[in-house]
């Protein structure tokens, strides 16, 4: 007995929901990228200023020194407020990336700092909706 033939329709549909899934996956994992250089960043904040905490007001001089360069290097999205904001974020989950990486496997893991992120976020920013 041979196959019915498909359509181009029946064709289209299928091809539509495969770019569709793509999608879907490209915008999970360019968030669980972003959330985890965020939390790099903040991470590298802490350390420094740790490392220079004797000197009064180090911590805001990194900071502003660190958004000059990289504004000028990879846009406005780390202005003084962002990495901050960032520094808050590791300070907050000090040990998000450890814990998800031991407890989770990979899916699970990009759920669960999508999760962890989007409750921190609604927090912090209530206007601004996390991946719009």
Known sequence: MSKPKKTALEVYERIREILESARGQVARTVNTTQVVSNWLIGREIVEEEQQGKKR?????????????????????????????????????????????????PPRKLAEEHTRRVANWSSQRFPSQRLGN
């Open 56 to 104: 009064a007001g180090y911590g805001e001089a990194l900071i502003a020194e660190l958004s000059a360069q990289l504004r000028e290097n990879f846009g406005r999205g780390y202005s003084v407020d962002n990495l901050e904001s960032f520094r808050k974020f590791f300070l907050l989950f000090p040990d998000l990336l450890h814990q998800a990486i031991s407890e989770a």
